[in-house]
């Protein structure tokens, strides 16, 4: 069959198992603007969620069913940024788009983020349906994330925040839903299931990340949830329709207050809690911070809009999510040679995460990707290994963190259940215990930290 141009797959000779193995394995612009809208966080008889429509909520959950104002808003006091900052080395000088400023990247020219792989299928991780709180309380001190697949997570925070992350509920990672990688584990749930969701973030616009289809959903079941994406991508928003949309740079931060709308609620508003914030109201600050990747949605757009990883805190926990990333470009070796080895240990790292942990680190709980690594000379740019996981998880002081971009899509030549196994092997290499600190989940697996 012939394939979509904006896939140009590049196709390498297929491994099984047994033929291999694993051998190592801006400044801030002074933009500053209040939207204020309207977001139906939950709705009684919310007709995009029959779960919701059909519970009862008590009296102390009555807030949820409130309408919330939201603004967003550049923060009065940012947290620290790097010294160059100004020097914006990520905008592109000779051309319109963007760059990784480090020489970890030898971005091969072939690459397109369209890869496909060859992986071995035969073992899938396990799928279960995700168990969503009916209802929620701004009081909650509850701190859950859910896998969803990939690099996909819904994320409780206490205090009422309901976030997704690069969210996928398509068959297809594609342009088009009849080609393109398909499938290998069923979708744990669907959009429609998720009871409430107030921010999506996004980390890049490649088709596993960013999906018409699944936001086009969203918008319908959840119409005033605000989006926040990296640089260059809200033009695709707007022109989807969606207003509600913070396109930041590296470093920039955002604060977002949503602050129960109907008359119950803000009588309540008056009065002032003890954390200093106005009664029901719900904060969060989220961050967009750098990472080593490249964008693009067809062939002739590449690094035209920014990647990014992202910070969220909000109810006293924060969240580091690391997106897609690369950490480390490797040569071609021969199997067998460990290219963490004595002959490589002087490759250039990216920079870029022992800088997030400095200047914003110390967070409760990373979602990093672990997957997507095979061949490493071809994929090592843009895609972590493992044993680069297990850095990125240590440079960006995560307390713990849960493994992702792996088992959903087969997307390059690694089996769909290595990346986990190589997990541990890391883990024990780098002295780290190998449960209970950096995980898997299965999908739809929920995690409280
Ligand atoms: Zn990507």
Request: glycine fraction near 8%.
């Amino acid at each position: 069959m012939r394939l979509h141009p904006s896939f140009a797959l590049l196709r390498f000779s297929q491994r099984t198992s047994a033929q291999r193995s694993y051998t190592n394995p801006c400044h801030s612009r002074p933009l500053t603007f209040v939207t204020t809208d309207v977001i139906p966080s939950y709705r009684k008889g919310f007709s995009c969620s029959t779960t919701v429509a059909s519970n009862k909520m008590s009296s102390s959950e009555g807030l949820i069913a409130s309408l919330y104002n939201a603004s967003v808003r550049t923060p009065e006091t940012p947290s620290r940024v790097p010294e160059d900052i100004s020097s914006k080395s990520h905008h592109a000088k000779c051309r319109k788009g963007f760059q990784n400023p480090w020489p970890s990247t030898r971005l091969d020219k072939n690459y397109c983020g369209g890869y496909h792989g060859k992986a071995i299928e035969d073992t899938v991780p396990p799928v279960v349906a995700p168990q969503f709180p009916k209802s929620r309380s701004t009081k909650s001190k509850e701190f859950r994330a859910t896998w969803l697949g990939h690099a996909c997570f819904y994320v409780e925070f206490p205090g009422g925040l309901r976030a997704l992350f690069d969210p996928v509920f398509s068959q297809r990672c594609s342009p088009v839903q009849f080609m393109g990688p398909k499938r290998v584990t069923k979708m744990p749930c669907d959009i429609k299931d998720i009871p409430a969701i107030d921010i999506v973030v996004i980390s890049h616009n490649h088709y596993d990340h960013m999906d018409y289809n699944t936001i086009m959903e969203l918008k319908k079941c959840h119409p005033n949830v605000w989006f926040f994406v990296p640089l260059g991508n809200k033009s695709w928003f707007t022109s989807s329709g969606i207003p509600n949309c913070a396109e930041m740079d590296w470093w920039e931060e955002r604060d977002l207050v949503l602050s129960p709308a109907d008359s119950e609620s803000a009588a309540k508003l008056s009065e002032s809690s003890k954390e200093g914030k106005k009664a029901g109201e719900i904060t969060a600050r989220i961050g967009c911070l750098p990472c080593q990747h490249t964008s693009n949605r067809g062939l002739h757009d590449r690094s035209s809009t920014l990647w990014s990883s992202w910070s969220v805190e909000s109810g006293g926990k924060k969240l580091y999510f690391a997106g897609d990333t690369g950490y480390r470009a490797v040569p071609k070796v021969p199997d067998g040679v460990d290219d963490y080895g004595e002959e490589f240990k002087d490759l250039p790292v990216c920079p870029a995460f022992k800088q997030v942990g400095e200047l914003r680190g110390g967070f409760d709980l990373g979602l990093i990707p672990i997957g997507a690594y095979w061949p490493r000379w071809f994929m090592s740019p843009m895609h972590a290994s493992p044993y680069d996981s297990v850095r990125i998880f240590v440079e960006t002081k995560c307390k713990k963190a849960i493994g992702m971009h792996w088992g959903t899509w087969v997307l390059t030549d690694e089996p769909v259940m290595e990346p986990p196994v190589v997990l541990k092997e890391a883990l024990k290499k780098d002295g780290i215990a190998e449960e209970g600190v950096f995980d898997v989940l299965d999908i739809g697996e929920s995690r409280e930290y």
